[in-house]
């Protein structure tokens, strides 16, 4: 992998064979990170994004080695771009809609429509509009539980069932480098709660779960990453606002 900045994607080295690969015609809010992770067999790439523009065409050297692509959960802004990967895990509650991804199913109605500035800029090539947006079926070709390690050859990421933001989300855990990738159950912004396939029950209880795992880095889904204090400040702040 190398840095790379085209003003359409970003891809940011972020130490420790980790990389962010970021679509910038996306609103940081709407920005599903890609992280790839890197092993000495095998690269992981947790999420996809939109996919509006081709990786291959663009970051031809992320496709120089084999490949894993794992789906943290079923919203647009992480497997719009899922079709561009041959191997798709992702867990079994969420495999349906990763083979139909329907508009309702995939947020992309009517959360794009309540917000059309979800996009900075039209992806070159590309007039956008919500409602003709179909993301191509990419269907698993292979599913993952609670409790999964994938083996990246030196190198292990524990998944993680972390349900609330969607039924079938995963989070990811590497321990031997206390690094954390809890994708869109906590981020520096608002958690969309109240949408399709939320609960808010669910996910206090991934959140308390999350406080189990000896964490210094966190890499999320949407924005900054942080520290593993920064973590429990951020649960912590979320279970006090649920409570009251
Ligand atoms: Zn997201």
Redesign the pocket.
């Known amino acids: 992998m190398e840095p790379y900045d085209d003003g359409v994607i970003r891809v940011e080295d972020h130490g420790d064979g980790i990389w962010r690969i970021e679509e910038l015609f996306a609103m940081p809010a709407a920005r599903?990170a890609i992280w790839v992770v890197d092993g000495a067999e095998r690269r992981l790439v947790i999420d996809a994004g939109w996919g509006l523009v081709s990786l291959r065409d663009r970051i031809p050297f992320l496709f120089n080695r084999p490949i894993l692509a794992v789906a943290s959960h079923t919203?647009f802004?992480?497997i719009g771009g899922m079709h561009q990967f041959a191997d798709r895990l992702v867990h079994p509650l969420e495999a349906g809609i990763l083979a139909d991804p329907g508009q309702k199913a995939t947020q992309i109605l009517p959360y794009l429509e309540d917000y059309p500035e979800s996009l900075a800029f039209e992806p070159p090539g590309r007039k956008f509009r919500a409602r003709d947006w179909h993301i191509p079926p990419a269907p698993a070709t292979g599913l993952v539980e609670d409790g999964h390690v994938i083996d990246l050859g030196g190198r292990e990421i524990l998944c993680l069932h972390t349900p609330g933001r969607s039924p079938g989300h995963l989070s990811f855990y590497e321990a031997a480098r206390r690094i954390l990738f809890p994708v869109?159950i906590v981020y520096e912004g608002d958690i969309l709660d109240d949408i399709p396939g939320a609960d808010v029950p669910s996910l206090l209880a991934s959140h308390r779960r999350l406080l189990n795992f000896d964490v210094d880095r966190v890499l999320p889904?949407?924005f900054a990453p942080f520290d593993g204090q920064r973590l429990v400040e951020l649960l912590e702040a979320y279970r006090s606002r649920k409570l009251v």
């Open positions: 599903g919203h802004d992480h869109d889904g949407h």
